[in-house]
């Protein structure tokens, strides 16, 4: 049995190679429901990225800056994106790899983490202690802030926030969560 390795890199260290296996990862884990939009939405930031001892991607996730308004503050936030493992090889641990590293830059680098989980990963993130945000959610967009009522909250990693104060999120195309 080969040994697994992580990495971690930002997007303008990784070799076109390594973006073509990433995306195609998480095009196969989302079964083909991951679109550019959410690709661009993981590029920007650092990357954790576990191979098997063979070099074959077996799972990916990034962390990218976003701002959060909340209570009068301006918050740098660690963005979790496209975090996937691959189809057959879920529940051995290395979701939580790839998290492990990427809550790491978050503790180091922002304010604070944020990610919007899809039903089957939500189970991983609050197993590692992440928290569902309780307020109202928005986003600061083109025409000011827009509430969001019927958007699913989003987790929180080391936020500490008041959930009395709306949580309004940078505005980017595609879904804003």
Do not use: C
């Not at 260290?13 to 390594?18: H, M, R, S, V, Y």
């Not at 189809?87 to 680098?109: S, T, Y």
């Not at 104060?165 to 804003?176: F, K, N, Q």
Request: glycine share 14%; aromatic share 6%.
């Amino acid at each position: 049995m080969t040994e697994n390795f992580l990495r971690r890199a930002h997007t303008s260290d990784l070799t076109a190679a390594d973006l073509r296996a990433a995306r195609a990862l998480l095009d196969e884990a989302f079964d083909g429901d991951f679109s550019d939009q959410d690709w661009d939405h993981g590029l920007g930031g650092v990357h954790a990225l576990v191979h098997d001892g063979a070099g074959t991607l077996l799972a990916h996730g990034s962390v990218v800056q976003r701002r959060i308004l909340h209570n009068g503050r301006s918050l740098r936030v660690g963005y979790v994106e496209a975090v996937a493992v691959r189809p057959g090889l879920r529940r051995q641990g290395l979701g939580g790899q790839v998290m492990g590293a990427l809550e790491r830059v978050i503790d180091k680098a922002y304010a604070m983490g944020a990610l919007s989980a899809s039903d089957e990963g939500e189970r991983l993130y609050l197993a590692r202690g992440w928290q569902r945000w309780k307020g109202r959610v928005g986003t600061l967009g083109p025409a000011g802030a827009l509430h969001l009522p019927d958007e699913d909250p989003p987790l929180l990693w080391g936020a500490g926030l008041d959930p009395a104060h709306e949580l309004l999120i940078d505005w980017r195309d595609g879904d804003v969560f």
